[in-house]
């Protein structure tokens, strides 16, 4: 399983909330109608909390969705 890259914003600068720790990229699986894929998100950690940046939600999913249309 290959690991999409989606981020183009640098969160170097994001911490977590609760911890105030960097949050540091790590490849989330994510389910996506009939697929699952990795995306490489922010993730805290300490605590494991991942944002999702609205971005994503908002805009690349559909982005995913063509790639996965492609195969
Ligand atoms: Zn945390």
Redesign the pocket.
């Known amino acids: 399983m290959s690991t999409l890259k989606v981020l183009d914003a640098d969160f170097s600068s994001w911490k977590?909330?609760?911890?105030?720790?960097k949050l540091v990229p790590r490849p989330i699986e994510l389910g996506y109608l009939e697929s699952k894929f990795k995306v490489e998100l922010p993730a805290?950690?300490?605590?494991?909390?991942v944002l999702i940046p609205e971005d994503l939600a908002l805009g690349k999913m559909a982005e995913v969705e063509s790639l996965l249309e492609d195969k």
């Open positions: 977590c909330e609760a911890c105030g720790e805290c950690p300490v605590c494991g909390l």
